[in-house]
C-alpha cells in the first residue's frame, strides 16, 4: 500500500514476513496452520465506545493471492482499486456501515495484509495516485482527514493463520482492542486500556516536559483527536530534533570503551554480534572478530522510525541488529544492558530521556503490550494476536475514558 505505509512498511511490515516465516525472534508463530483457512473469516465489530456517532468501517489491503491493491466488502469480496491519477483521484467509496454504540456487527475479511480502519461520524478521504492508495497523513495539516477521529488496526490472513493487531506507531488515537477465536473455542485479545487509560495516557504526555505534549492533535473546538508518535513530532517540529541526542551520546561514549552484544534471535542463542564504537561509528563483528555491519549515530528520526541510520533491512544480519538498537534505544536500555535485547519490561522507559510517548501508552495497557514503535516486537511486547485455525476475529471500540 502506498504512503503507503511509509515507515511502518519499512519496519513492521518485515517483521509481519519475518512473523509469517515462522521466524519472529524464534517464537515459532508461524507454525502451519492446523486447519484449512477459509477464503473468509468473520470479524465482528462491538462498538463499546458510547459515542453517537455514525461509524464507518473500511477494509483495505493486498491480495496475497495476486498482489492487487483494493479493498473488500462487507462480505469479504475483493475490488480491486482503479487506475489512479496525478494529482490523486477520488477512490471508490469502500465504507461500510459500522455498529451503532452498544451493537455489533459482522463482516468477513479476506486473504488480505492490509488494515481496517474505523472513523467516527465521517467518511475518510481516500484518493489513489498512479502509484497505489494514499493512506491518511494527519500529521501534515493540509490533510483532508486531519480533523476526522479515526483510528485503525492491521492484519494478515493467509494459509498459516491470522495475524491481527493494535497498532499506535502512526498514532494514538479511538482506542480499541482486537482478538481471535481459536479453533478449540477459547479465544485471545490484547491492545485494550486500563479503565482511565485513554485519558491517562494523553494526561502523562501534557505533563512531560520538553514539548511531549505538543504531540497531541485537536479540532479547532478543542476535542481531542489524537496524539501523533514522535517521529511525526520531529518532523512537524512538535519535538525538538535534539530530544535524543542525549541518550545516544551517552550510548556512544559508553560503547566507546565497552562491548554491546547483540543476540537478535532467541532460538540461536550461538549468533552473537560484538558493537563497539570507533571513530564515531559503531561497528558490529561476528564471532570470527569480522565487521558485519556499521551504524552511525542516530538521530531522534532514525530511533523513533527504526529507519535511516538505523535501516534494518529484510536480511539476517544488519537488520535484526538494526530492530534490537532501535528497541534499545526508544526503551532506553542500552546502558544498563549491554547483553541485548532486553527482555524485561521492568527495565524499560526509565532513563529521563526516553520515547516517552511509548512509555505512557505501555503504562495504560491492561495487559501492558502495545505497538507503541515500529519494532515494538522485539522481546515480545506488541500487541498481536495469532492463531493458525481462526474461526473468528475480534474487533472493539473502545470508550475514551
Request: glycine residues 12%.
Given at each position: 500500500m502506498l504512503r503507503t505505509l511509509r515507515h511502518r512498511a519499512a519496519a513492521v511490515r518485515w517483521s509481519l514476513i519475518t512473523?509469517?516465516?515462522?521466524?519472529?525472534?524464534?517464537?515459532?508463530?508461524?507454525?502451519?496452520a492446523h486447519a484449512a483457512v477459509p477464503a473468509t473469516i468473520p470479524l465482528k465489530i462491538t462498538n463499546n465506545s458510547a459515542r453517537g456517532e455514525q461509524v464507518f468501517i473500511y477494509n483495505l489491503g493486498t491480495e496475497l493471492s495476486t498482489g492487487r491493491q483494493g479493498w473488500a466488502d462487507a462480505g469479504g469480496t475483493f475490488h480491486p482499486w482503479p487506475a489512479g491519477g496525478n494529482p490523486p483521484t477520488p477512490a471508490p467509496d469502500a465504507s461500510i456501515p459500522g455498529p451503532a454504540a452498544g451493537q455489533s456487527a459482522t463482516i468477513r475479511i479476506p486473504k488480505f495484509s492490509g488494515r481496517v480502519y474505523f472513523s467516527y461520524g465521517q467518511k475518510l478521504v481516500f484518493k489513489l495516485t498512479t502509484g497505489g492508495l494514499v493512506q491518511p497523513a494527519v500529521q501534515n495539516p493540509t490533510d483532508p482527514n486531519r480533523n476526522i477521529l479515526f483510528n485503525w488496526s492491521e492484519y494478515t490472513l493467509n494459509d498459516s493463520g491470522l495475524w491481527l493487531n493494535?497498532?499506535?506507531?502512526?498514532?494514538?488515537?479511538?482506542?480499541?482492542?482486537v482478538g481471535v477465536q481459536r479453533a478449540d473455542g477459547s479465544t485471545a485479545s490484547t491492545g485494550r486500556l486500563k479503565p482511565g487509560g485513554y485519558n491517562g495516557a494523553l494526561n502523562a504526555l501534557r505533563a512531560q516536559p520538553g514539548g511531549w505534549a505538543n504531540l497531541i492533535q485537536t479540532r479547532p473546538d478543542g476535542s481531542v483527536l489524537r496524539a501523533l508518535s514522535p517521529l511525526y513530532g520531529v518532523e512537524t517540529g512538535a519535538l525538538p530534533a535534539s530530544v535524543m541526542d542525549d541518550y545516544v551520546n551517552r550510548v556512544w561514549q559508553k560503547y566507546a570503551t565497552s562491548t554491546l552484544t547483540v543476540t537478535p534471535f532467541a532460538d540461536q542463542p550461538a549468533t552473537k554480534y560484538h558493537g563497539r564504537v570507533s571513530g564515531g561509528v559503531m561497528n558490529f563483528t561476528n564471532s570470527a572478530g569480522t565487521v558485519v555491519t556499521s551504524f552511525e549515530k542516530p538521530d531522534a528520526s532514525s530511533v523513533f522510525g527504526c529507519h535511516?541510520?538505523?535501516?534494518?533491512?529484510?536480511?539476517?544480519?544488519?537488520?535484526?541488529?538494526?530492530?534490537?538498537?532501535?528497541?534499545?534505544?526508544?526503551?532506553?536500555?542500552?546502558?544498563?544492558?549491554?547483553?541485548?535485547?532486553?527482555?524485561?519490561a521492568d527495565a524499560f522507559y526509565k532513563d529521563g530521556v526516553t520515547n516517552h510517548y511509548a512509555r505512557a501508552i505501555h503504562a495504560q495497557m491492561a495487559d501492558g503490550k502495545a505497538y507503541a514503535f515500529a519494532f515494538d516486537d522485539v522481546g515480545h511486547h506488541e500487541s498481536l494476536v495469532h492463531d493458525g485455525s481462526p474461526r473468528q476475529a475480534y474487533l472493539t471500540l473502545e470508550p475514551f475514558n
Open positions: 512473523v509469517l516465516a515462522g521466524a519472529l525472534l524464534g517464537t515459532g508463530v508461524g507454525a502451519p493494535s497498532t499506535q506507531v502512526d498514532m494514538f488515537s479511538a482506542p480499541y482492542a535511516r541510520k538505523l535501516d534494518a533491512p529484510n536480511d539476517l544480519v544488519r537488520g535484526p541488529i538494526s530492530r534490537t538498537l532501535c528497541a534499545g534505544f526508544n526503551r532506553s536500555t542500552l546502558l544498563v544492558n549491554p547483553d541485548q535485547p532486553d527482555s524485561g
